[in-house]
């Protein structure tokens, strides 16, 4: 009988003293263009309980995810957030990361964020080298080029002296055609391809062109 007053009493004790973190949001939606380097985020929240909270780790499922925090311990009704960035480099498409919040509280030992960050590229080029044989027939061969959003073609620029270039599309798909002005012998070269977009951003990406 006494064995049950005292975990009665230790039960009653947890529910009436607990810590707990409460999120604004727990998942983060977004989509952004590879342009940029990193994306950053912010989680806010507020301890909700009636005891002070301790975070002890944060782990991510992903090394490209790095999540920061100024302080460990809230007390009750204090706010705090974790912040953070994504690298994107070399990233296209969702990605989906788990960010698990750990703390000494018995009712919430750790706590899930999810981070789904949609990576759009706004230009598509195809290919990015251009090749011809030495002393082969200098047939013209095509740069095709897809923009979505507000990108489109801007400038193009190239050795004319070298290579002849021939520009047509419209809208969000265009061709760029190249052909040596030669094959006799060795060339190269590279077509430098501008884009602008709405805001006046400018991207450029380089085409190699070679007769070898």
């Given amino acids: 009988m006494k064995l049950l007053v005292v975990y009665l009493m230790f039960v009653c004790t947890c529910i009436c003293l607990h810590a707990e973190l409460k999120f ?69 498409g969702l990605q989906e990361n788990i960010i698990t919040v750990y703390t000494d509280s018995i009712s919430q030992p750790q706590k899930k964020l999810f981070l789904k960050i949609n990576i759009t590229r706004p230009v598509e080029i195809k290919p990015h080298v251009l090749f011809w044989p030495k002393c082969s027939s200098p047939v013209g061969k095509k740069i095709l080029i897809t923009t979505i959003n507000s990108w489109r073609l801007h400038d193009v620029e190239c050795n004319k002296k070298l290579f002849d270039i021939k520009i047509k599309g419209e809208c969000n798909e265009s061709e760029i055609s190249v052909t040596p002005v030669s094959t006799l012998r060795s060339s190269s070269d590279t077509v430098k391809i501008s ?18």
Avoid at 198 to 209: A, Q, S, T, V
């Fill in 24 to 92: 604004v949001k727990d998942e983060i939606n977004d989509t952004i263009e590879d342009i940029a380097s990193f994306y950053n985020f912010t989680y806010k929240f507020s301890n909700i309980g009636s005891t002070p909270i301790k975070i002890l780790d944060i782990k991510t499922s992903c090394t490209c995810t790095i999540p920061s925090i100024k302080k460990n311990t809230f007390m009750p009704n204090e706010g705090g957030e974790i912040t953070g960035y994504i690298d994107v480099n070399d990233k296209v």
């Fill in 195 to 212: 884009f602008i977009n709405k805001d006046g951003d400018k991207r450029k990406y380089i085409i190699h062109i070679i007769v070898r």
